[in-house]
């Protein structure tokens, strides 16, 4: 009756990621973070080197290591690459279905619509914008007076 129970103490659970390379000289190079899990940064695997996330930039595996060999292909080897991944097919169609390849693809085919995009003029800009405000108007603001 005269005692009460103390209410255990938790910790206030955060956020925390750390991520570990090996560096130029062959020393590890880590990194935390304590941002959310959705804005983490993370480097994917279609990525160019110059859209590689800040801490990640350099050390991904498409990027070699200094103390790696260089590849050295000879003409019989250059005629086995794939010229959009840049790896030698063994077998053209298992490379074509594997995910490297597919992610590849996929890639370049959004690069190739943002390319378009950014070279539509300005008719073709205001037939779309007709076309969205006939079917779709609560999809734009309205115009600015």
């Given at each position: ?87 030698p097919e063994i077998h ?29 003029d300005e008719q073709n ?21």
């Open positions: 009756p005269g005692q009460h129970r103390r209410r255990p103490f938790y910790r206030r659970r955060g956020n925390s990621a750390t991520w570990t390379v090996l560096g130029p000289q062959g020393l590890a190079i880590s990194r935390t973070s304590n941002l959310p899990w959705e804005v983490q940064p993370r480097p994917l695997t279609t990525d160019r080197p110059a859209e590689v996330p800040k801490p990640f930039r350099g050390h991904t595996l498409t990027d070699r290591h200094p103390n790696d060999p260089a590849q050295l292909y000879n003409e019989e080897e250059r005629r086995l690459l794939c010229p959009l991944c840049g790896v053209r169609g298992t490379h074509q279905a594997g995910a490297l390849h597919r992610a590849r693809e996929s890639a370049a085919a959004a690069r190739a619509v943002v390319l378009r995009l950014a070279a539509i800009l205001q037939r779309a914008l007709a076309v969205v405000r006939r079917l779709r108007p609560a999809l734009l603001r309205p115009p600015s007076p």
